[in-house]
């Protein structure tokens, strides 16, 4: 398998915009049904060996909502034994929409979403979404590869972290794959931010991911951001050189694009130098504690050197 293949925006355009949409509607679900987590952590997805899960959720009877993204079918299964799924494949929005929650009607399941895209370019309703139906295998497979591999790296930048850290999830409203570390400050959050935002930079964060690439910015690449962003950070060296600070709503996005990334000598050191360099640029403009500068693998045994 192919380390890191190449994932042109324009290429998956269509097909992306479309299984976008599908992963909202899952997401919504997620969000409805499960026990809500501090920074929200209840409810993005997380990876498989297959493609993506919600998780468990629900009581009394857990069920789960799974992308087979190598069968390209979407599998709902119940605590109870009962297991149902459909083909991703020739689907509309609408049809998607329709089939997910007769399944969870079948199953006895009663959900509620407000049934409309989240900062998309439209806000048709899912159920009258036909527009929406492009499912191109070959490319789906091709995100899911990207997606495992960067997956695999980010667990990896994790490790070397000992201090408070997210999971590795992907985000469905954002369609990006992110795990962020904590300072372990509490901040003063606006009341006047929405719930989304109050939760979640409610603490200082030094976050971390990769993301597939939208209209503003129309090429995969991995990122980092410190928020709240320290004065300055923008002017904080990175490596490796061709890496550099965007502006982003008010702030600076640390970017490293994919296909400079993929096309260096040793791809994932690559990522890992650019990801810890973005750290530490936020790091040193917060007075991170010492305590929480990262250590190889997250090692805390004091004697594993002796022995």
């Not at 079918?73 to 605590?79: F, N, P, Q, T």
């Not at 980010?154 to 992110?178: C, I, M, N, Q």
């Not at 530490?280 to 004697?303: F, H, S």
Request: proline letters at 7%.
């Amino acid at each position: 398998m192919e380390l890191f293949p190449a994932m042109p925006y324009e290429d998956w355009l269509e097909t992306k915009d479309t299984v976008h949409r599908f992963a909202q509607i899952v997401g919504k679900v997620r969000l409805a049904a499960s026990t809500r987590r501090n920074h929200w952590w209840n409810v993005p997805f997380h990876l498989t060996g297959r493609g993506l899960t919600t998780r468990p959720m629900g009581l009394p009877e857990p069920f789960s909502i799974d992308f087979d993204l190598v069968r390209h079918r979407l599998v709902v299964d119940k605590a109870d034994g009962r297991s149902a799924e459909f083909s991703l494949i020739g689907q509309s929005v609408a049809d998607f929409y329709a089939n997910l929650f007769q399944v969870l009607d079948d199953f006895g399941v009663a959900v509620e979403i407000l049934a409309v895209p989240y900062d998309m370019t439209d806000s048709t309703p899912f159920a009258q979404d036909a527009k929406h139906a492009a499912y191109d295998p070959a490319l789906v497979t091709r995100y899911w590869t990207v997606l495992s591999q960067v997956g695999q790296v980010l667990e990896r930048y994790a490790a070397d972290f000992t201090g408070k850290t997210s999971p590795v999830h992907h985000f469905w409203h954002t369609f990006d794959l992110a795990v962020t570390r904590f300072t372990g400050r509490v901040v003063s959050v606006p009341r006047e931010s929405d719930a989304v935002t109050r939760e979640a930079y409610s603490w200082e964060v030094i976050s971390a991911g990769f993301w597939f690439g939208d209209e503003e910015r129309p090429w995969p690449a991995f990122y980092s951001y410190t928020a709240p962003e320290p004065k300055g950070l923008d002017e904080q060296p990175l490596w490796p050189d061709w890496a550099v600070w965007v502006p982003s709503r008010g702030s600076h996005l640390a970017i490293l694009k994919y296909d400079d990334a993929r096309q260096s000598d040793d791809p994932v050191a690559t990522v890992l130098g650019f990801l810890e360099s973005a750290y530490r640029a936020g790091a040193a403009l917060t007075g991170c504690d010492e305590a929480l500068v990262p250590r190889i693998e997250g090692v805390t045994d004091p004697y594993l050197e002796e022995s």
